[in-house]
């Protein structure tokens, strides 16, 4: 296995397909040393997408039973959550009280237009009307807003992982929102992670847009993998798994690209108290 874990996992408590034991007994069998849950947390505007407050308590005591009494040759588990940039403060400052590590990530546009929310990642229907009628069709002025939502939550809650950097990519070009080879956007994705470096969070390359058929490389590109090693940051690789399946997708693809950009190490999930470890990639 190229790299035996993966802090970026959906099970059926939130939007995945599998219950956590199925997604257990998957990470064993691909010779994991750790696995770490990363449901989507309440945000308190977009219900059918996250836990509700129950499923959540539900998904933590399985999870805590589960850590209480490991079992020889299982992965190591850690109990996360996937915590969007725009959730309700009372609800976000509780969730990471509570969870084990945060991938912090930025799926929201606004928590409600027309009475929906609009996310990159969501309705593509409602994305492209949300382009035409809010930004008269400019995507680049979406996309310096999405950056910014994404930039001022990651330096204002510090999370140990920045969940997919990029993910406005997901419909760019199906929709023609906007080329990401265009300078003009390079530039502003660039000019976000910089702005985002200081949040202290471990960048992960994350496949999930390649196990889901929507994108051929994993976010971020290559070239702001570039950048994040120039500025000194780690990273990890991550599925944002929804099926166990692909638990390890395209892991060895992603390591590839971490070397191309430079890369030596990896941060995987711990074995033991301490959340990471540094391995060679
Ligand atoms: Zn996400
Ligand atoms: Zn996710």
Not at 146 to 157: G, M, N, P, S, W
Request: proline share 6%.
């Amino acid at each position: 296995m190229t790299f035996p874990s993966n802090a970026h996992t959906h099970s059926r408590w939130c939007d995945g397909a599998d219950a956590i034991p199925a997604m257990v007994e998957a990470a064993r069998t691909f010779g994991f040393v750790s696995l770490g849950f990363s449901g989507h947390a309440r945000q308190g505007f977009d219900p059918d997408y996250s836990m509700s407050a129950d499923a959540q308590a539900g998904y933590f005591a399985e999870l805590r039973t589960l850590q209480g009494a490991p079992e020889p040759g299982f992965p190591r588990l850690w109990a996360g959550l996937e915590v969007d940039a725009l959730a309700h403060e009372d609800l976000r400052r509780a969730d990471y009280a509570e969870a084990d590590y945060v991938v912090g990530s930025a799926h929201y546009l606004c928590e409600s237009w027309e009475g929906m929310p609009v996310a990159v990642d969501g309705d593509p229907a409602l994305l492209r009307r949300y382009v035409d009628e809010v930004y008269h069709g400019d995507g680049l002025a979406m996309a310096s807003d999405y950056f910014d939502i994404e930039v001022q939550a990651l330096l204002r809650d510090r999370p140990p992982i920045i969940g997919h950097f990029d993910l406005l990519r997901k419909y760019a070009a199906p929709l023609s929102l906007f080329d990401e080879a265009d300078p003009a956007y390079r530039r502003l994705a660039l000019c976000a992670l910089e702005r985002a470096f200081p949040c202290g969070g471990v960048l992960e390359i994350n496949t999930g847009g390649m196990a889901r058929g929507y994108l051929p490389t994993p976010y971020p590109t290559p070239e702001l993998l570039c950048a994040w090693r120039e500025l000194g940051g780690q990273i990890t690789l991550t599925s944002d798994c929804h099926d166990r399946r692909y638990l390890a997708h395209a892991f060895p693809e992603a390591a590839a690209l971490a070397r191309q950009a430079g890369f030596r190490t990896v941060l995987r999930l711990g074995t033991g108290e301490a959340l990471w470890e540094e391995t060679a990639l």
